[in-house]
């Protein structure tokens, strides 16, 4: 799991990308789905999980993974603090745009176990990558529209949880005239249907859920 050492060549052409792909040109929404920032991200992501070091020297996330396949479990816990220490500019980036920067995180993360544990595809599709210990701890009458989207750490006591709901996870679409639409991939940016034009095939715009391809996720709502 652990990469070798760098060539100081390596290490120059690091800091030129850290150079090109911090320096963000435009919004940042827009700045972090370019395919390639994506591949940056991916590459200095895996270099985190692979080589973040305790104060004991002790390499965090292989200790973490290790115990989390040991467990059948899919969430790995990153620590926000480790993470602003190696990769500042990723833990703002992950502050501000965390729809658009968890999925290429659970991507890596899943490369990564499936890697140590070439048979964790039998058990889970996919690793969630769960960030805790947000510095900065805001109150829920202290939000604001500001902090739409944005990662956010309150406190307080749940005094009401729902029953389980389904939520879209890979979407697909029918036209009346039959052609089937996708994979669409659900986000809280854009609203899958949104993404649809006209049929190819017969010109209209009129598409239903096909129910027999779509997969659910199921979620809770809580009440704080």
């Known amino acids: 799991m652990r990469g070798g ?26 700045w972090v789905q370019k395919n390639e920032v994506i591949r940056w991200i991916r590459k200095i992501f895996t270099s985190f999980l692979r080589s973040y070091r305790d104060e004991a020297g ?34 703002i980036w992950l502050a501000e745009e965390p729809s658009l920067i968890l999925p290429v995180l659970n991507e890596v993360a899943y490369e990564l176990v499936n890697e140590v544990y070439p048979s964790y595809y039998k058990i889970h599709q996919e690793v969630y990558v769960r960030v805790r210990d947000l510095p900065l701890e805001d109150k829920l009458r202290d939000l604001r529209q500001i902090h739409l989207n944005a990662l956010i750490k309150i406190r307080g006591v749940v005094t009401k949880r729902t029953g389980v709901f389904p939520e879209l996870q890979k979407i697909f679409y029918r036209c009346q005239c039959g052609d089937l639409k996708g994979p669409f991939f659900h986000s809280n940016v854009n609203e899958p249907k949104q993404l649809l034009g006209q049929c190819v095939l017969c010109q209209q715009y009129s598409y239903t859920l096909d129910e027999s391809h779509t997969v659910y996720r199921n979620y809770q709502k809580m009440t704080i």
């Open 58 to 91: 002790q390499h965090v996330y292989e200790h973490r993974i290790h115990e989390m396949c040991l467990n059948n479990k899919q969430s790995l816990e990153i620590t926000f603090l480790h993470l602003s220490q190696k990769y500042p500019t990723l833990a």
């Open 5 to 30: 050492n760098d060539a100081d060549g390596e290490d120059d052409q690091d800091m030129h990308d850290v150079l090109d792909y911090e320096d963000v040109k435009g919004k940042l929404s827009l």
